[in-house]
Nanobody
Framework: EVPLMESGGGSVQAGGSLRLSCVASGNTYRRILDMAWFRQVSGQKREGVASIEDDGTTEFHESVKGRFTIARDQNTVSLQMNNLQPEDAGMYYC????????????????WGQGTQVNVSS
C-alpha cells in the first residue's frame, strides 16, 4: 500500500487557477510510480483528468487539453489548472500504480482521499 496525500483544492471563479499537489509516501521500493488525477462529480463515476508515467509521458482528458498541465518530481505530482470552468468542479483524486497502461480508474491501485475543487460562474 502506498499512501497518497493531496493538497491544493479550493474555490475559484471561472477563469481562475488552482494547483493541486500529491505526495506518495511509504515504501515505494525506490520505484517511480505512474501517477494521475481523476475527478468525480456527485452521482457520477470518476473520470481521468491527466496522468504522467514514470518516463514523463502524459495523457489528458480532451476537455482539459491546453488548460491543465501535469508535472512530477519523483513521486510527487502536481496538476496546474488554468482557466477553470464550472464543469471542472468536483472532487479530485490522486491515483498511483506501479504500471498503469492508460488513464482509466481500473488501472490504478492506490488512491488519495480527494480534494474538492469548486468553480463558480
Amino acid at each position: 500500500e502506498v499512501p497518497l496525500m493531496e493538497s491544493g483544492g479550493g474555490s475559484v471563479q471561472a477563469g481562475g487557477s488552482l494547483r493541486l499537489s500529491c505526495v506518495a509516501s511509504g515504501n515505494t521500493y525506490r520505484r517511480i510510480l505512474d501517477m494521475a488525477w481523476f475527478r468525480q462529480v456527485s452521482g457520477q463515476k470518476r473520470e481521468g483528468v491527466a496522468s504522467i508515467e514514470d518516463d514523463g509521458t502524459t495523457e489528458f482528458h480532451e476537455s482539459v487539453k491546453g488548460r491543465f498541465t501535469i508535472a512530477r518530481d519523483q513521486n510527487t505530482v502536481s496538476l496546474q489548472m488554468n482557466n477553470l470552468q464550472p464543469e471542472d468542479a468536483g472532487m479530485y483524486y490522486c491515483a498511483a500504480d506501479w504500471s498503469a497502461r492508460w488513464l482509466s480508474e481500473s488501472e490504478y491501485g492506490f488512491w488519495g482521499q480527494g480534494t474538492q475543487v469548486n468553480v463558480s460562474s
